[in-house]
C-alpha cells in the first residue's frame, strides 16, 4: 500500500509507517508538499498522513482513487471536508489529548505576555528606546487574582483553568451546555457569552472551528469586553472577525490581544493587525514542544496504520 507524507518528519516517529508501506515523504522542512504535487500523489495513495497546513477539500478527495485513511496530525480538522470523505468511506483520524498541555502552556504565555506587555519591553530595548525606569513606563494588567473567561473548555480550556487557578484567578466558562461536575471539579462557572465577556479581565477562545463558531467573536463581543481586558486566541482564525479585532484593539475598546492563529495562514507581514503596538503574535506553535509533536506524530502514524490495516482508530473523528 502506498502512503503519502505531506511533511517533512523524523523517521523515529513513523518508523512503523517506513517499514510498512511504499511511503512518499515530502522532504523540504517548514513547508508544505505543494498541492500540485499532492493532487498527483493522492490518486493512487491508500493512506494520507497530513496536518492543518494542507486543504482536503472535496476537490482533493475528488483526485482520490482509493484512499482509505486521512490522519491528521492535529487535534483540530476543520481543514478536512469530512462530509465528502464519508461518502467516499475514508475515515479520518486525529491526535487529541497529547498536545492538550503544550497548548495550554502556550495559551498561558501568550496570555501573560500580551497582559504585560513582554514583546514591547523588548522590542524597546533592541531598538535602543529604554531611556530609563519610570513609575509607568510599559504599565500592563495585572495577573493575579483576575478573572479568566474560556470560552470552549474542553481539554486545552481547562488545562488553561487549571493554570489559571495557580494564579488565584477565577474561572468563568462559556460552552454549548453547561458541565456541573467540571464547575465542581475545577471550581469554574458557567456564563452565557455576553456575561462573560462583560466580566473577564482575560478571555481565552479555545472551541473548535465550525458553522456555529464561525466569527463568533465580532464587533458586538469585543465592544461587551472591558477596555483594559485581553483577549487571547489559540483555536483558530477563523473564529474572529479579524477587522472588528482590529478595529477594537486600534480605538481602546480592549487592551491588548494574543493571538496564535489567523484567518488567512501565515500572516502577512504587511496585514494591518501586525502594525499595532498591542498585539502579540505568534506562527500557529500552540502544540510545537518536541514531545508534544513526536507523540502527535506517532499518534498519527498508528491512526493511519491500524486504518490501513482494518483496526479501530485510536481516535477516529465521528
Ligand atoms: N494553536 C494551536 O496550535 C492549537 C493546538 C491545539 C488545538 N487548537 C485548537 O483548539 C481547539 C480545542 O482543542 P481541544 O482539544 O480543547 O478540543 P475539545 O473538543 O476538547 O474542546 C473544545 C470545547 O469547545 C466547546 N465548543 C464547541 N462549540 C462551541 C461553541 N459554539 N461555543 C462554545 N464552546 C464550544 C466544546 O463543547 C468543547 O468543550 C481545537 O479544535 C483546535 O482548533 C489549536
Ligand atoms: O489543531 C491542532 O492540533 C493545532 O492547530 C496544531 O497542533
Excluded at 103 to 122: I, N, Q, W
Aim: net charge negative.
Amino acid at each position: 500500500m502506498k502512503i503519502v507524507i505531506t511533511c517533512k518528519l523524523p523517521n523515529e516517529a513513523i518508523e512503523s509507517l517506513l517499514e510498512t508501506y511504499e511511503v512518499v515523504m515530502w522532504e523540504v522542512e517548514n513547508e508544505p508538499m505543494p498541492r500540485k504535487r499532492l493532487l498527483e500523489e493522492i490518486q493512487d495513495a491508500d493512506g494520507l498522513f497530513t496536518n492543518v497546513a494542507d486543504q482536503i477539500d472535496k476537490d482533493l478527495l475528488a483526485h482520490a482513487n482509493c484512499l482509505k485513511v486521512i490522519s491528521t496530525m492535529a487535534v483540530g480538522y476543520d481543514n478536512i471536508d469530512l462530509e465528502e470523505a464519508r461518502k467516499k468511506g475514508i475515515v479520518v483520524g486525529h491526535t487529541p489529548g497529547v498536545l492538550t498541555e503544550a497548548t495550554a502552556d502556550l495559551t498561558f504565555a501568550l496570555l501573560m505576555a500580551s497582559g504585560r506587555r513582554l514583546v514591547e519591553g523588548m522590542d524597546i530595548i533592541r531598538q535602543n528606546k529604554w531611556k530609563s525606569w519610570a513609575p509607568f513606563f510599559l504599565t500592563g494588567q495585572e495577573i493575579n487574582r483576575k478573572t479568566i473567561g474560556i470560552i470552549g473548555l474542553g481539554r486545552i480550556g481547562l488545562g488553561v483553568a487549571r493554570r489559571a487557578k495557580g494564579f488565584s484567578m477565577e474561572v468563568l466558562y462559556h460552552n454549548r451546555s453547561r458541565n456541573e461536575e467540571v464547575e465542581k471539579e475545577h471550581d469554574a462557572k458557567y456564563c452565557e457569552l455576553d456575561e462573560l465577556l462583560e466580566r473577564s479581565d482575560y478571555v481565552v477562545l479555545l472551541a473548535p472551528s465550525t458553522k456555529d463558531t464561525y466569527k463568533m467573536m465580532g464587533r458586538d463581543q469585543f465592544i461587551r469586553m472591558k477596555n483594559s481586558a485581553v483577549f487571547i486566541n489559540t483555536s483558530r482564525g477563523t473564529n474572529v472577525d479579524e477587522d472588528a479585532l482590529y478595529e477594537a484593539l486600534n480605538s481602546g475598546e480592549i487592551f491588548a490581544a494574543g493571538l496564535d492563529v489567523f484567518d488567512s495562514e501565515p500572516i502577512h507581514s504587511n496585514h494591518r493587525i501586525l502594525q499595532l503596538r498591542n498585539v502579540t503574535v505568534l506562527p500557529h506553535i500552540g502544540s510545537a514542544a518536541i514531545e508534544t509533536r513526536m507523540a502527535m506524530a506517532r499518534l498519527a502514524s498508528e491512526n493511519l496504520r491500524n486504518g490501513l490495516e482494518g483496526r479501530p482508530l485510536v481516535h477516529q473523528v465521528k
